[in-house]
């Protein structure tokens, strides 16, 4: 297989799975994949799927990854809460919901975190375009109620302050209507608990 003939047919993909390229070339050997790994001309980013190398310095390149090697998923949690500025640090980390089994994904791009969420929970996000690529983020009020639902640590106003989430965004931006419906619709009485505690906090 001539690796010039395969870059022509997947670059513009960005991101593939060895499924598209047997769908392409149904007697494709999957060794030439480890073997252009090995000498740098492909980027592996979790088993059975690849980039190019041409793509690591490609803004929010990394985040666009998220959504496309673990599906269904969305970003949320503390990515998407430092995305929309209402926590302030840097996040190390690409957080992310989604209906398959908890997973993590380390790979040139960063460290990836997969949360399982119940089906019935994979809602609230919505495509956020970058240039020609779109990516599904958790609107403000899931991420966070994305995040007092996983992380149940945050049950305290002093856990909660720990957050450090922005006051200016939580009494002037954050859509309280919203978060209200969809803590609803998590059924969860350890949720409405930390989610009255966050409110209390910041006198929503």
Known sequence: MNFLE??????????FSVHQVRAWDSGFQANNLTRWTKQRLLVKLRQGFYTFPEYLNSRDFALYISNRIYKPSY???????????I????VVQITAAAALKTAEFINDFGTYTYHKMREDLIFGYELMRFGERTIQFAMPEKALLDLLYIYSFYNT???????????DY?????DRDRLVEFAARFGSKALDKRVKIMMDTYGL
């Not at 970003?75 to 500025?85: M, N």
């Not at 002093?158 to 922005?166: F, P, V, W």
């Open 6 to 15: 395969f870059r022509k047919e997947f670059f513009e993909a960005e991101c």
């Open 75 to 85: 970003i949320s949690f503390h990515t998407a809460l430092a995305f929309y500025g």
């Open 87 to 90: 926590i302030p640090e840097a």
């Open 157 to 167: 106003p002093a856990e909660i302050e720990e957050l450090r989430l922005d006051e």
């Open 170 to 174: 939580m009494q002037e931006e954050l």
